[in-house]
C-alpha cells in the first residue's frame, strides 16, 4: 500500500517510479518542474538531456534543450503555456514585456524588505501579486506589479521551489531546502520539505519529515514544485548537489531520486 502524506483537504499518495526515462538516460537532477494547460510534465534538469517532457502518467514525451542550458535553474509556465526557464547566474527580479523590453528591475542584497540573500523561484496571480522565494533570508517575499514590496511570508526554511495557480487568493506550493551547514546539519523540522499555505502565507499542510533523507516520506532538497489540473504534486529536487553537505561520509546513491510525483487523495 503506498504511503500516504500531508494533511486536511492537502493529502497525497507517493507514487514511486513515476518517470519512465529511455534506457541509458538520467536526469541527473532535476531543479525545476513545470505543468501546461495539457498536464504534460517538464522536468529542467541538470543531466545532458535538459528538458524532459512526460504525460501525466510518467511516459516520456520528448526532451530539448541539449547544448543550451549549463545548469538548470527555474521554470515557469504561463496561462498561455508558454515556457520561461532560467539557468544560474545573478538572482534579481526583472519584469520583461512579451516581446523582450526590459520594464523594470528591482531587488539588492540584503535582508530588509525587498531586499534578497539568493532570490529563487517566481510567479504571480491574477489579482497581480509577484511573489519571490528569497532563499537565505528564509521567507517569501510579496510585491506589487511595480514591485512595490506589500508583506512577507515567513516561517519557513530556505525556501527554493514555487508554485501556484493563476488565479484569484491561490493556494501556494513551496519547496524548502533543509540544513545548509554542518552545525545544524541534524537538526530536526528545518526541511527539506514542502509547505502547503494560502494566499495570505497561512500553512495549511506540509509533505516531509523533521530530517532529509531517501524514505519514501523524505526529501533531499525540493528545488522545484509544480501542480496538475486534478492536484497532483510534482517536486524536482536537486539531490545530487546537496547530497555530499548531507551526507559527507557515505557515496552518492545511483541513480538519484530526483523527480516524484504525489497524487491528491480524493
Known sequence: MADIVGSGDFRYRIVDNWAKL????????????????????????RGEHPMMVFDRDGNFLSSWGEGLWPRAHGIHIGPDDSLYMTDDGAHCVHKYS???????????PG?????FNIAHNICTDADGWVYVADRENH????FDGNGKYETQWNNLHRPCGLYMQYSHHPVCYIGELGPGMAVNRNSPNLGARVSIVDHQGKLLSRIGD??????PTQFLGPHGVAV??????????????????????????????????????R
Open 228 to 265: 496538475d489540473s486534478r492536484g497532483d504534486v510534482y517536486v524536482g529536487e536537486v539531490a545530487w548537489t546537496l547530497w555530499p553537505g548531507l551526507f559527507p561520509n557515505e557515496p552518492r546513491p545511483e541513480p538519484m531520486r530526483t523527480l516524484r510525483k504525489f497524487e491528491k487523495v
Open 98 to 108: 512579451p516581446d523582450g523590453k526590459l520594464l523594470l528591475s528591482w531587488g539588492e
Open 22 to 45: 529511455p534506457d541509458g538516460w538520467s536526469f541527473k537532477e532535476v531543479a525545476a518542474v513545470g505543468v501546461d494547460g495539457k498536464d504534460r510534465v517538464y522536468a529542467f534538469n
Open 139 to 142: 521567507r517569501v517575499q510579496v
Open 111 to 115: 535582508t530588509d524588505p525587498g531586499q
Open 210 to 215: 523533521p530530517h532529509p533523507g531517501l524514505g
